[in-house]
């Protein structure tokens, strides 16, 4: 089990919040207006603000040439598929019920580093991948219904979690001796430039004033979800095993769906208060540390 320094505890924790409240908040930013496009303004606003801290924190910019195609890749499956689809997933689902589908992305994350990265997990691991599982089928409890009626929304939504969870791998075996926050500026960057080229191809004829609400969105993904907690994500996923990674950020959905629930009067079942309970078990057995004689 790996314990957490104190930054790496303030950082989840801020994380948690940011990332937690976003749901609805990006549910805001796309009613009625094009998504690809609120996410495209959304990054292009994050990009400067990620390229000051850079040059406040005497950050290096640069990237060796070497080192060009691997973070290309990083970017494809950590940023690019994933900005690019959950957006519109959450245009056609509920705030809530998209974020419980992006964070099935822990669960993709283990079974990849059991079968794909041959990871040994401990039984405290699995045991804390079960239990979160357990707490995304109940916060889907009431739901499924609803959910199959839209599947292209829900089909988005797996996509960009599966492909976010390889992500995650690729990212914490890289060997690229460069700065977590410089590799974060240089993926938003290049996510800036795809997820601009979709939106004008696709919404360009769609594309209408934003109304406050929307502002009020954009700015907030712009500052503390790309300024901040994307750079937050990479260093800990960088520094962390990738199945304490991963399950360390369950509380998000849970955050989602809550605050979805006092934001835009979505009601709130048994199953979403044990979801709350299990996510906490799930984090716990990945974090709590183990015994000295254990250890």
């Given at each position: 089990m790996h314990k957490l320094s104190p930054l790496q505890w303030t950082l989840l924790i801020l994380l948690t919040l940011i990332w937690g409240i976003n749901w609805p908040v990006m549910k805001l930013g796309v009613t009625g207006f094009p998504p690809l496009t609120f996410r495209m303004m959304c990054l292009w606003l994050g990009v400067p603000i990620l390229g000051m801290a850079l040059v406040a924190m005497k950050v290096p910019f640069r990237i060796p040439r070497i080192h060009w195609r691997e973070l290309m890749v990083l970017a494809v499956f950590n940023m690019i598929i994933w900005n690019a689809f959950?957006?519109?997933?959450?245009?056609?689902?509920?705030?809530?019920?998209?974020?419980?589908?992006g964070y099935t992305m822990p669960m993709f994350s283990a079974l990849l580093g059991a079968w794909v990265f041959s990871d040994q997990l401990a039984k405290r691991s699995w045991a804390g991948v079960a239990a979160a599982s357990l707490g995304v089928v109940l916060l889907l409890w009431h739901e499924l219904s609803n959910l199959s009626g839209r599947p292209v929304g829900v089909l988005l939504a797996l996509m960009a979690a599966s492909t976010w969870a390889l992500g995650t791998q690729l990212l914490r075996r890289t060997r690229m001796s460069v700065p977590t926050l410089a590799i974060s500026f240089w993926m938003t960057l290049m996510t800036a430039v795809v997820v601009s080229i979709l939106a004008?191809?696709?919404?360009?004829?769609?594309?209408?004033?934003?109304?406050?609400?929307?502002?009020f969105a954009i700015v907030f993904n712009a500052v503390l979800v790309f300024g901040f907690a994307h750079a937050a994500?990479?260093?800990?996923?960088?520094?962390?095993?990738?199945?304490?990674?991963?399950?360390?950020?369950m509380m998000i959905p849970v955050l989602g769906v809550?605050?979805?629930?006092?934001?835009?009067?979505?009601?709130?079942?048994?199953q979403d208060w044990a979801a709350v309970g299990l996510m906490t078990a799930s984090i716990a057995f990945v974090l709590w540390p183990a015994s000295k004689k254990a250890a």
């Amino acid at each position: 089990m790996h314990k957490l320094s104190p930054l790496q505890w303030t950082l989840l924790i801020l994380l948690t919040l940011i990332w937690g409240i976003n749901w609805p908040v990006m549910k805001l930013g796309v009613t009625g207006f094009p998504p690809l496009t609120f996410r495209m303004m959304c990054l292009w606003l994050g990009v400067p603000i990620l390229g000051m801290a850079l040059v406040a924190m005497k950050v290096p910019f640069r990237i060796p040439r070497i080192h060009w195609r691997e973070l290309m890749v990083l970017a494809v499956f950590n940023m690019i598929i994933w900005n690019a689809f959950i957006i519109l997933a959450v245009q056609s689902l509920s705030s809530g019920r998209a974020a419980i589908l992006g964070y099935t992305m822990p669960m993709f994350s283990a079974l990849l580093g059991a079968w794909v990265f041959s990871d040994q997990l401990a039984k405290r691991s699995w045991a804390g991948v079960a239990a979160a599982s357990l707490g995304v089928v109940l916060l889907l409890w009431h739901e499924l219904s609803n959910l199959s009626g839209r599947p292209v929304g829900v089909l988005l939504a797996l996509m960009a979690a599966s492909t976010w969870a390889l992500g995650t791998q690729l990212l914490r075996r890289t060997r690229m001796s460069v700065p977590t926050l410089a590799i974060s500026f240089w993926m938003t960057l290049m996510t800036a430039v795809v997820v601009s080229i979709l939106a004008v191809g696709l919404e360009r004829t769609h594309w209408v004033s934003p109304t406050p609400s929307n502002w009020f969105a954009i700015v907030f993904n712009a500052v503390l979800v790309f300024g901040f907690a994307h750079a937050a994500w990479f260093y800990l996923a960088r520094s962390l095993p990738p199945v304490a990674s991963t399950l360390s950020v369950m509380m998000i959905p849970v955050l989602g769906v809550f605050s979805g629930a006092l934001w835009l009067n979505e009601i709130l079942h048994w199953q979403d208060w044990a979801a709350v309970g299990l996510m906490t078990a799930s984090i716990a057995f990945v974090l709590w540390p183990a015994s000295k004689k254990a250890a």
